[in-house]
């Protein structure tokens, strides 16, 4: 039966994602669902708080937190202490003294720690930086403008301070921009722009740096309507790069872009499954701590209010 799961939160992102995956991943088991509002799922077990989950008894090896980012860190604690292991749905936690707690938290029991950055799971994040390992990096484009209208309708939580605003999407960006440069990234500027009824950005540019100098450009919109726009150019001496579609499509200098379904949340899982199986953590914080230092070196623009 492999590894007993539950699952913390039943939003729209784990209907459209965590289950079906969760359902073709041999390795894992759904135990039980915690939700104080979500109606439960057909014959699994349902609580409407961890500590009714912790209290009830139900054997677990492992559980995957997908509440909105405020609260994971205070769901996680418990869990860890007990050995639980932990899957974090993106960004880990909503600050980096919160992620520093949970790694700290982890290390001490021995638990299985995993940020879940589904975005590197893309088909092509992983032969763009095969790729790039033996190329001289020019600068790199991100643009990155979707509807928030249609990826987040009605949560009012991501709009409210620890909610990110377009980081929540655009945190998915700097995630595979950390997977695919050779070298490490910083923060130089950022603009945020940030609606007078709400407290976090509906737009985002920032300015950033690679440690051998690339200069690095992101563009953050919430505000896009029509296509959708998820890409990533890299200039470099033999040519551009470019990854779209959120890193589904590869294109590389002289070739035919190349596409594949997309599988990123079947692949977080059974990235999961082997973490638990080795009792090792994979908890990369660098895409979080360049959001974190957009919040403390940008400058905030004020702009129209938004409705939904």
């Keep these: 039966m492999g590894h007993a799961l539950a699952i913390i939160g039943l939003g729209k992102i784990v209907r459209d994602q965590h289950l079906p995956a969760l359902a073709g991943c041999e390795s894992l088991t759904l135990a039980a669902t915690v939700d104080p509002v979500a109606p439960p799922l057909p014959g699994i ?77 893309a088909a092509g994040v992983e032969p763009a930086r095969q790729w790039l390992a033996g190329r001289a990096i020019e600068q790199v484009t991100i643009i990155w403008r979707e509807d928030v209208r249609q990826w987040h309708p009605g949560q009012p939580w991501i709009w409210q301070a620890g909610g990110m605003g377009v980081f929540d999407p655009g945190i998915n960006a700097l995630s595979i921009l950390t997977a695919i440069l050779p070298d490490a990234v910083m923060l130089e500027g950022a603009q945020l722009e940030v609606p007078g009824n709400c407290q976090t950005p509906i737009a985002a540019q920032l300015a950033l740096r690679s440690a051998n100098g690339v200069p690095i450009r992101a563009d953050f919109d919430f505000r896009q309507e029509g296509e959708q726009t998820w890409r990533i150019r890299v200039d470099t001496d033999a040519g551009p790069l470019l990854l779209d579609n959120g890193g589904a499509v590869l294109t590389l200098p002289g070739a035919a872009p190349a596409a594949a379904p997309d599988t990123e949340y079947p692949a977080l899982y059974r990235r999961f499954a082997e973490l638990l199986d080795a009792g090792t953590s994979d908890f990369d914080l660098a895409p979080l701590a360049l959001v974190a230092d957009a919040f403390l070196l940008g400058e905030a623009v004020r702009v129209d209010d938004f409705y939904e």
Excluded: Y
């Design 45 to 121: 077990p349902h609580f409407t708080s961890t500590g009714a989950l912790l209290d009830a008894g139900i054997v677990l090896d492992a559980a995957a937190i997908c509440t909105p980012p405020q609260m994971r860190a205070a769901l996680a604690l418990p869990l860890l202490a007990r050995g639980i292991g932990v899957f974090l749905e993106k960004p880990p936690a909503a600050g980096m003294a919160q992620a520093a707690l949970l790694a700290n938290a982890a290390s001490a029991s021995g638990a299985t720690l995993f940020a879940a950055w589904h975005s590197r799971m």
